[in-house]
């Protein structure tokens, strides 16, 4: 057991190591200083004039939006239609068949919004063309989405009066080929010298120990696999993702495959005190949102590593702790903290089955995902986190009887209903959906959704719609989701689960830009602060207890009493 927590403590601090160097060169990047990969500026000029794009006429923030918005319109449509149509096109040596339409639907939209929620199953659902084509694809624009959004955000956070804040199509690009795809080979080339398959090869025949056949799948992996952690994406090429032996084949791959997880959202907070030179703001939020993981990771760790109390009562020990649904060659330990990682910064890809976590272990998945803001996805991490930023700003300001100001301006009516709206949203489409979808159950009880009952199948549905929500993607998969009504109403869930927690940000930092800025003085209210960061973490924290607790207690926090 202590080996097992000295590899969770060593794959922290070497992600931390990696972090804080990368923050610093994605500062660079975007302030457009002399960085290690200029030289890709050639073909960054190049698909630029073949595209038509004038990267020197800046955009306001409303004009970023709707580029953002336009680009994921067209690749929307673009994995629709391939998944539509995938059994009839090349690169399909197994003969995969085509998607239905409301899978087509829901897999397009998944992808789109970086949750890759996966209802097929990608060995017989995924063609090679259709991994590498469209979803390895999205895995790059739909990270480089959320990264662009962040730096509109970075730039309208500077100390002076600004209208203009880049253009957007230059951001999105930068963030590919500067950031995503060269660390992505990297990790590709590491997974690839552990056994992780990168061939155009079908399905291979073999016979197991026990004499028996058995049919594997293989094909291009490591490509799609390294980009889907980095990217905060999550959708595997196998469908036990990294559980697989083919995906994650060791120890040392689990090591590389949570550290990519967590690379880029750690990475981007020692960005934004780089970019606004503000140090000490970021460290103040790393802070915040690391005290914020710990809580989450300290009760599961050990609700995973004590394991199943119903063992203790039949009078039989557990030396090596829950281990159902885990693979030995991990453990509940490493199991653990890639289960909280991964929801905390919305990957969705897992190592061992959530839903056969302890109950305790569950809540944590799901309030990682109900907070939705520490460390969080590539950019919107800290997106959503700046919502919260405001509110705090805003309750203090009404504590101490001054105009509410951040960075220099000041919080007014209309920022704070953009805040309260976005800050809403997120309860909003969990809560309401899970309560059509438990009242769609109980009066029709034909319908086979659950493999479990009670409070347990109650708990599936409501995670289904957390992570949709939170463009996580990961689920409990005793919950048959393949079915037109899951396809579709998590489909409208990841939709503006996605779209509106980035639109809003952008809106709030577009209008405060304009405003006169302010410098600080002795009354200024300092948000980089210890005190200022204890109050953002009790303004997320109440706002997620008083909006899931009812619901968590329905499900999880009831199914850990009745162990009791």
């Not at 795809?181 to 120990?209: C, E, R």
């Not at 520490?374 to 919107?380: A, D, E, K, L, T």
Request: net charge neutral.
């Amino acid at each position: 057991m202590k080996t097992e927590l000295l590899g969770v403590v060593a794959s922290f601090l070497l992600t931390l190591l990696l972090a804080f160097p990368l923050g610093k060169y994605i500062s660079k990047v975007f302030r457009k200083e002399k960085n290690w990969f200029d030289f890709m500026a050639p073909f960054e000029r190049f698909i630029f004039r073949i595209c038509g794009i004038d990267v020197t006429r800046e955009m306001n923030w409303k004009q970023h939006v709707a580029a953002l918005l336009s680009l994921n319109m067209l690749w929307l449509v673009y994995a629709f239609v391939m998944f539509l149509f995938q059994g009839s096109l090349f690169g399909n040596p197994d003969s995969n068949p085509s998607m239905s339409a409301h899978l087509s639907f829901n897999t397009a939209i998944s992808f789109l919004t970086n949750c890759n929620l996966q209802d097929y199953a990608p060995e017989t659902g995924a063609t090679y063309l259709i991994q590498l084509a469209v979803l390895m694809f999205l895995h790059f624009v739909s990270a480089a989405t959320g990264i662009a959004a962040l730096v509109v955000v970075f730039k309208a956070m500077q100390d002076k009066v600004v209208d203009k804040m880049g253009n957007f199509f230059e951001l999105f690009l930068k963030s590919i080929t500067r950031i995503l795809l060269p660390i992505s080979l990297v990790i590709a080339l590491l997974l690839v010298f552990h056994g992780t398959p990168a061939s155009f090869d079908g399905k291979d025949t073999l016979i197991t120990m026990q004499g028996d056949t058995s049919v594997v799948s293989r094909g291009p992996a490591a490509g799609m696999i390294a980009i889907k952690h980095l990217g905060t994406n999550g959708g595997g090429w196998f469908g036990a993702n990294s559980a697989h032996p083919l995906e994650n084949p060791d120890y040392f791959t689990n090591i590389v495959e949570i550290v990519a997880q967590c690379l880029i959202p750690f990475a981007l907070v020692f960005s934004l005190g780089f970019f606004l030179n503000r140090k000490k703001m970021a460290w103040s939020i790393f802070g915040v949102m690391t005290v914020g993981m710990l809580c989450f990771l300290l009760p599961a760790m050990h609700a995973e590593m004590k394991g199943n109390p119903a063992f203790d009562h039949m009078g039989l020990s557990q030396t090596t702790g829950n281990m159902e649904g885990k693979e030995q060659r991990f453990g509940p330990a490493a199991s653990s903290y890639w289960s909280i990682l991964t929801t905390v910064i919305s990957t969705g890809s897992i190592n061992a089955a959530h839903d056969s976590f302890m109950p305790v272990g569950g809540a944590m998945q799901m309030l990682g995902m109900m907070t939705n803001c520490f460390y969080g996805g590539n950019g919107v991490g800290i997106l959503n986190y700046y919502i919260f930023i405001i509110i705090a700003v805003f309750i203090s300001g009404l504590m101490v009887g001054r105009t509410p100001e951040f960075l220099g301006r000041k919080i007014e009516a209309k920022e704070m209903k953009i805040a309260t709206i976005i800050a809403l949203l997120h309860p909003l489409l969990i809560l309401t959906f899970t309560a059509i979808s438990s009242f769609a159950i109980t009066k029709n009880p034909e319908l086979s959704w659950l493999n479990n009952k009670g409070y347990h199948g109650f708990s599936e549905m409501l995670y289904q719609y957390t992570s949709s929500s939170a463009n996580n993607g990961s689920g409990y998969e005793g919950l048959g989701d393949n079915t037109p009504f899951w396809n579709i109403t998590t489909g409208f869930v990841m939709l503006l689960g996605r779209f509106l927690p980035i639109i809003g940000p952008m809106a709030i930092a577009g209008v405060l830009a304009r405003k006169k800025f302010i410098p600080e003085s002795a009354g200024t209210l300092r948000t980089d602060t210890a005190t200022f960061g204890v109050m953002t973490y009790a303004v997320i924290m109440i706002l997620a207890a008083l909006a899931f607790f009812p619901a968590l207690t329905l499900g999880p926090l009831a199914e850990y009493f009745s162990f009791r």
